[in-house]
């Protein structure tokens, strides 16, 4: 592999070579969202009332385009 990572050995993958235009189009992005709500909300909610604290440590996997990892970055657990 001859990709180039400026954040890691020459191995690690540079994933914005690999982006497809979906990913890239803000327009497309937010169409997508508003189609494919996830609930976000509803979950970032939950997650102030039932995880521990500040120093907790929350996994998204599988992010899609971060509805949740995005609204849960400014709104989660305080």
């Known amino acids: 592999m001859t990709e180039k990572h400026s954040c890691g050995p ?3 993958l540079d994933e914005r070579t690999s ?3 979906e990913n890239t189009d803000e327009e497309h992005v937010a169409r997508y969202d ?3 709500d996830a609930g976000a909300a509803a979950e970032v909610e939950w997650l102030r009332r039932f995880v521990p604290g500040p120093n907790s440590t929350v996994i998204d996997l599988g ?3 971060g509805q949740f990892s995005l609204l849960a970055a400014r709104n ?3």
């Open 10 to 12: 020459s191995w690690f």
């Open 19 to 21: 982006l497809g235009r």
């Open 34 to 36: 508003e189609k494919e």
């Open 63 to 65: 992010a899609g385009t």
């Open 76 to 78: 989660g657990p305080t």
